[in-house]
């Protein structure tokens, strides 16, 4: 293992979560390379360390103590592969994702400016194919390099093979805890292909001829309607949109002609924010944790509370959704870490 390699024990990761909530690693790790990588992966396995791979926590709920080896990847790599007007970009886990789409459109390369400003690590990107204003990372994605965490062996994944649908892939499932992904291999053209259909953006956009304008238009528009993680503790979305059969929605709009719905794979995709608005939670507090008053899919943590007080908050709305409207709301982040037992120092 690399001698720079720095472990450190009961590690707070309370700037590591963008709902703020204080938490700790029994071990953490921030490897730069590969072999770094690698090493500490081989050390968790001779420990016999269960091993959680984290980003930029802005798509977990942290419980208190993560048992094991919380890996942050921090390589910060990305080179291109030029081919003509079309080029490969190679980008290593530990890139910023935001600072990498305005890197990449500034250059004047077209493919990632709609999923300008959503916080996180490159190598978060495909856990849930993350996707904004009508393009997802399966989109503009051809491969994703990931290394097995039982025996650190090195694998490349063609999209085709990473089970990529709306807000899920396979990393989110039978895959997670089994991979570390360490590289993604993105598409980017120099070719037009600007993509503005989607809510406000056709208008926000109009005209754009240079990727960096459609990257001004979508970050000044989320500025305007998410709370910035900086100011106000938040997870973006909390619950992904529902998806349902077509019986269900058209049952629903029978009812309530406003709800917004979309074509989806396997059914109807209804907006849970319009759902949770509905309810009336929409702007509403409850102790540390409230309803975006902008954004009803987000909720914010106002500092002080728990992981286990968000969930339960959580699960009143969606309890109050499924009452009303019969659809079922599933939290969008994942939750990581479990309570401390009375007793335990950490
Ligand atoms: C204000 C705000 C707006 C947002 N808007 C959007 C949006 O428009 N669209 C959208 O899709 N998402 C959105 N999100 C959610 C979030 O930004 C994305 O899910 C992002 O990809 C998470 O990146 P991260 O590095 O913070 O991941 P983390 O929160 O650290 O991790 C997320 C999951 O990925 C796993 N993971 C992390 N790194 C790796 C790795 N290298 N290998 C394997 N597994 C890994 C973790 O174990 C965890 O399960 C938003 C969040 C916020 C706070």
């Given amino acids: 293992m690399a001698a720079s390699l720095k472990i450190i024990a009961n590690a707070p990761l309370d700037a590591a979560n963008t709902l703020g909530f204080s938490a700790f690693a029994e071990w953490l790790v921030r490897p730069a390379d590969l072999a770094e990588l690698r090493g500490s992966l081989a050390l968790a396995r001779r420990s016999g360390w269960p091993v959680t791979l984290l980003g930029g926590g802005s798509n977990v709920v942290l419980f208190p103590r993560l048992e094991g080896l919380v890996v942050i990847p921090s390589g910060v790599r990305r080179w291109f592969e030029i081919d003509g007007e079309e080029a490969r970009l190679h980008v290593e886990a530990g890139v910023d994702w935001p600072t990498l789409v305005e890197e990449v459109a500034r250059a004047g390369w077209w493919g990632l400016e709609n999923l300008a400003l959503i916080p996180g690590r490159a190598g978060a990107a495909p856990v849930q194919n993350i996707g904004a204003y009508g393009v997802e990372l399966a989109d503009c994605l051809e491969a994703v390099h990931v290394v097995d965490l039982a025996d650190g062996r090195y694998r490349v994944m063609a999209r085709d093979a990473c089970g990529f649908g709306y807000r899920e892939s396979r990393f989110k499932n039978e895959l997670s805890g089994r991979v570390a992904i360490v590289r993604l291999v993105l598409r980017v053209s120099r070719k037009a292909r600007a993509k503005l259909g989607y809510g406000d953006l056709a208008e926000r956009a109009a005209g754009a001829v240079h990727p960096l304008q459609v990257v001004e238009a979508v970050s000044a528009i989320r500025r305007e309607k998410l709370p910035d993680p900086a100011r106000l503790a938040n997870v973006g979305s909390f619950f992904k949109n529902p998806v349902v059969s077509l019986e269900q929605a058209e ?13 989806a794979q396997g059914g109807v995709k209804l907006a ?7 309810c009336g939670f929409k702007g509403t507090r409850s102790a540390a944790f409230g309803v975006h008053d902008r954004q009803a899919l987000v909720l914010v943590h106002f500092g002080g509370g728990k ?7 959580a699960a009143r709305i969606s309890a109050e959704v499924e009452r009303r409207f019969g659809v079922r709301l599933e939290p969008e982040p994942r939750r990581l870490g479990q309570e401390v037992s009375p007793g335990l120092v950490v």
């Avoid at 849970?272 to 509905?278: D, N």
């Fill in 307 to 313: 992981a286990c007080e968000l969930i339960a908050f």
């Fill in 272 to 278: 849970a924010g319009w759902l949770i608005e509905h």
């Fill in 251 to 263: 049952r629903l709009r029978v009812e309530h002609p406003q709800l917004p719905c979309y074509p």
